[in-house]
């Protein structure tokens, strides 16, 4: 990023590392907590210099049942740099009843505990240089359920309302964990889309994550004819990110 022009990129949609004890090939998850917060000011400072005015990073963040406080010290230790414009909430399984029935979406990991509750939602933190970015909020919105609402609300005839601030993504359904999900952490690349289009891709000239991992961020810019930066540290998941973008581009061709 050192070698990159300031103000050059226009959004950022990023994971890093939570400090959780996750196995990666190449780095140490579990670091003291001073340390840790230390290196997100670090890069948080070095990405505020290559961000534009007007630009948006949205910073992907979880925590566990035994550690509640990593998202809320690292968005406590970054806002001296940025601004939280927006809190998002990316909800990866959801239990919503109807007429008495009760349906289960999505996919989550079961936690064997008396105390805490299965943790099936994660943070997506909206930071900007001043909290003042207009967003395209359309277009990733929804139809209104009742139709009535779409003159009630002064909406011009348009059946499309902001989605609003919980976003349910599931990942998709695997066989083979290993194999289909090589990265410990991703998120999918349609959450990635969504902030891609919330943001306005009309205002991208140059979307980036810092922490690529495995490369979705980099194929929701494909999907979207965004041009895209994105650096990883493991050879092994830069290599698996360059085969799914490979992939990607012959099923389109």
């Not at 990866?92 to 989550?108: D, F, R, T």
């Not at 359309?138 to 059946?159: E, L």
């Not at 889309?193 to 306005?200: A, P, R, T």
Request: proline share 5%.
């Amino acid at each position: 990023m050192k070698m990159m022009d300031r103000g050059c990129v226009d959004i950022v949609v990023t994971s890093p590392p939570y400090n959780l004890g996750v196995k990666y090939n190449s780095y140490d998850d579990k670091i003291p907590r001073k340390n840790y917060l230390n290196w997100i000011y670090n890069w948080g400072f070095a990405l505020k210099r290559i961000l534009s005015d007007k630009g948006s990073l949205f910073l992907n963040l979880g925590g566990k049942p035994s550690d509640p406080w990593v998202p809320y010290e690292v968005l406590f230790t970054l806002r001296e740099l940025f601004c939280l414009q927006n809190t998002i909430h990316w909800i990866k399984s959801i239990s919503v009843g109807k007429n008495g029935a009760v349906e289960s979406l999505g996919h989550y990991k079961p936690i064997n505990s008396k105390r805490f509750l299965n943790d099936c939602h994660e943070f997506i933190f909206h930071l900007t240089n001043n909290g003042d970015v207009e967003l395209d909020r359309k277009a990733i919105g929804v139809p209104y359920s009742d139709k009535s609402n779409v003159v009630r609300w002064q909406t011009a005839g348009d059946d499309i309302r902001c989605r609003g601030n919980t976003w349910f993504i599931p990942y998709k359904t695997i066989q083979n964990g290993d194999a289909e999900r090589p990265h410990p952490a991703t998120f999918p690349i349609e959450l990635v889309e969504f902030c891609y289009k919330l943001h306005g891709i009309n205002k991208i000239r140059l979307a980036m994550d810092p922490f690529l991992g495995i490369g979705n961020a980099a194929i929701a810019a494909y999907r979207l004819n965004v041009l895209f930066v994105g650096f990883e540290i493991d050879e092994n998941y830069l290599l698996e990110a360059q085969r799914k973008l490979r992939r990607e581009k012959c099923q389109k061709s």
